[in-house]
């Protein structure tokens, strides 16, 4: 599970209220979420923005991403973190990944269980059951 660190819509129309949220990359921006990290006003003058800096760098410490804005917003408070980069691989990794697993024959070789279920089926369709009569009542 990738988790993230977003602003969730809250509030009335056209006065938006959001709370920080640590939330499941693969939910919706309003569902469900982990856990509550803060609050940011946007209508307020000046505007309010309240987190809990402990928790917040707790998940980004567990691995949690945050949304642009949200990384925006926790810059404004001074809060730093790295970015995790993605992996590279060497070229001593390709050429080990490229050979990887096991070679690929032309003919496949069947299980025991597969020649026999193979055999019942083939029986089945040479010989098959005689439908039963219906009863007459």
């Not at 917003?73 to 970015?83: D, E």
């Not at 992996?87 to 070679?103: E, I, M, Q, V």
């Not at 069947?110 to 089945?124: E, I, N």
């Amino acid at each position: 599970m990738s988790v993230v660190i977003r602003l969730m819509r809250a509030g009335a129309k056209k006065r938006p209220f959001y709370r920080v949220v640590a939330a499941d990359s693969r939910r919706q921006r309003d569902g469900r979420f982990l856990e509550i990290l803060g609050h940011y006003n946007p209508i307020a003058q000046p505007y309010e923005l309240v987190v809990h800096k402990d928790k917040v760098e707790t998940w980004l410490k567990a691995g949690a991403q945050p949304s642009e804005q949200c990384a925006s917003l926790l810059r404004s408070l001074g809060m730093t973190w790295q970015a995790a980069s993605k992996p590279t691989k060497t070229p001593a990794k390709k050429a080990a990944a490229a050979t990887k697993g096991r070679p690929r024959s032309s003919k496949k070789t069947l299980t025991p269980r597969k020649v026999k279920a193979r055999a019942t089926r083939a029986k089945l369709k040479a010989n098959p059951r005689p439908k039963a009569a219906k009863k007459k009542d």
